[in-house]
DNA sequence: CATCAACATGCAACAGGGTTGCAAAATATT
DNA sequence: AATATTTTGCAACCCTGTTGCATGTTGATG
């Protein structure tokens, strides 16, 4: 509760129920979240714009950030305190093929790529896709 | 021409021209292309939902594969022959921040990552954002 | 604790991506 | 040239995401 209001104004954004309840959802879900998925699960007390707009403020703030599979894109909490400047750009997700979840995994870097001459890497996306822990039986 | 008549036979799939003219779009552009550009160049002579249907198809055939950015989905032509039953799953992309052209790099593996206990791997995708040769100046 | 500017929300409307069903057209085969 | 099979175009639809504007909230100030 308390901790949701300093979250919010650490990125110098209002406190309105909406954020609170989105932030929340984020926190207790680990997973990857789609717009839809939180509809789904707020949609009764929010405008689907709403919940647009507040994962787009909170994309800007960076207390969010894009995961892209080949169903499309969802968010995730930022593990690192990502701000407006800087973002941390090294992420590594793992979709499971299984019950369709996406994870972020933490504490694990990607390993460097030596591509050809004259490319200019700013930030690396690894998307690997397979059976999570839970799933395996 | 002829090769194209080919190339499409020899994934069991009839010629008809809307296939012939995207199949030689994806050759001639070599970057990833999306529904929204191929209409744009093709749009005036086939229907968008023909396009729709095409990509369907020569994605099952193994012709291309799906490439990921924060802007969306696009296509690419499979570098080696995939086929229905086997795909390449191993692929790296490069988007350029300054022109927006990805392109998949090839001959470059990812390296292996070291997962937690309890990951199954099936498919790799990694996708690295920055300044292309051509637009660093 | 009332006031007020700045900001957030809901609503309506819209644009784009993507899918499905069905009738008409084109393909490959004989 | 005739046929079965596959493709196409069209209409209709759903989902995602955005914008403009009027109304409602927030938090800072006196």
């Known amino acids: 509760m308390e901790q949701l209001r300093e979250m919010l104004?650490?990125?110098q954004l209002r406190t309105t129920?909406?954020?609170e309840d989105v932030l929340s959802t984020f926190i207790s879900k680990k997973n990857a979240l789609s717009h839809g998925d939180l509809e789904?699960?707020?949609?009764e007390n929010y405008d689907r714009v709403t919940?647009?707009?507040t994962l787009k403020t909170f994309l800007e703030k960076g207390i969010i950030h894009k995961v892209l599979d080949d169903e499309g894109l969802r968010y995730a909490l930022c593990s690192q305190n990502c701000s407006e400047e800087k973002h941390q750009h090294d992420h590594i997700h793992f979709k499971c093929n299984e019950c369709g979840e996406t994870n972020?995994?933490?504490n694990l870097h990607i390993p460097a790529v030596k591509l050809p001459?004259?490319?200019m890497p700013e930030n690396f996306n690894l998307l690997i896709q397979g059976i999570c822990p839970k799933c395996k039986s």
């Open 104 to 106: 972020c995994i933490e």
């Open 117 to 119: 001459e004259g490319y």
């Open 51 to 53: 919940i647009y707009r």
């Open 9 to 11: 104004k650490g990125h």
């Open 40 to 43: 789904g699960m707020l949609g």
């Open 17 to 19: 129920t909406c954020r």
